[in-house]
């Protein structure tokens, strides 16, 4: 059956570094009906909100505006595996991160073809 487990968080100071890590079983991540992968984090009592995402048809990465120019996404199809290297952490990253499969595209997420999981927590803090 389909699962998706996060893994990488941890606590780190302000301008730490975290790789974070979403494997996937039960499906593979070069599958068709999988347009785009994304990872979306939140804070309790706050909506989820998306941070990254990669279409999986030409590999084209977006990026929410608070992450661009220090997260980046990759997907590696042999491992079945999706990352997210974090640099120049910031104590408003502070949240816990998950990952999700979607029908369409990064631009046009019209199905979620996973649940969430229990995600990693990121804490950001001196």
């Known amino acids: 059956q389909l699962r998706l487990v996060e893994s990488g968080g941890g606590l780190v100071q302000p301008g730490g570094s975290l790789r974070l890590a979403c494997v996937a079983s039960?499906?593979?991540?070069?599958?068709?009906?999988?347009?785009?992968i994304a990872w979306y984090r939140q804070v309790p009592g706050k909506e989820r909100d998306g941070v990254s995402c990669?279409?999986?048809?030409?590999?084209?990465?977006y990026y929410a505006d608070a992450v661009k120019d220090r997260f980046t996404i990759s997907k590696d199809n042999a491992k079945n595996t999706v990352y997210l290297q974090m640099n120049s952490l910031k104590p408003e990253d502070t949240a816990k991160y998950y990952c999700g499969l979607f029908e369409g595209s990064c631009l046009h997420q019209y199905r979620h073809l996973s649940s969430w999981g229990q995600g990693t927590q990121v804490t950001v803090s001196s």
């Open positions: 039960g499906i593979t991540l070069d599958s068709r009906p999988i347009g785009a």
């Open positions: 990669i279409n999986s048809g030409d590999g084209s990465t």
